[in-house]
């Protein structure tokens, strides 16, 4: 399944969606849900059954784009996430 968060990463439809999750879900941080990479003890970080990306223009234009890559947080691209909506029959979008 793929979840798509929108909402900073303490927000309650993080919280939610972090209840939610399941082994090989993945999840793709938009729009102010990029500001997970300013949190490198969130817990999604630590969810190591699940795969956390945050889309690479919504990160560089709110500027955290460094942060992530300092911490090593999964960056895509556009395409990248057309291709997690494409390989998950459920998306489920948070916000």
Same mark, same amino acid.
């Given at each position: 399944m793929l979840h798509i968060l929108?909402?900073?990463?303490?927000?309650d439809s993080a919280l939610q969606m972090l209840n939610a999750l399941s082994s090989g879900d993945a999840v793709v941080l938009i729009e102010d849900g990029v500001q997970a990479a300013f949190y490198p003890e969130w817990q999604g970080w630590l969810v190591s059954t699940v795969s956390i990306y945050l889309l690479a223009e919504d990160a560089i234009s709110r500027g955290v784009h460094t942060? #992530? #890559?300092?911490?090593?947080?999964?960056l895509i691209e556009v395409d990248g996430f057309v291709a997690l909506t494409e390989q998950n029959e459920q998306i489920i979008s948070w916000h």
């Open positions: 929108n909402k900073p990463p303490y927000s942060i #992530a #890559a300092i911490h090593e947080m999964p």
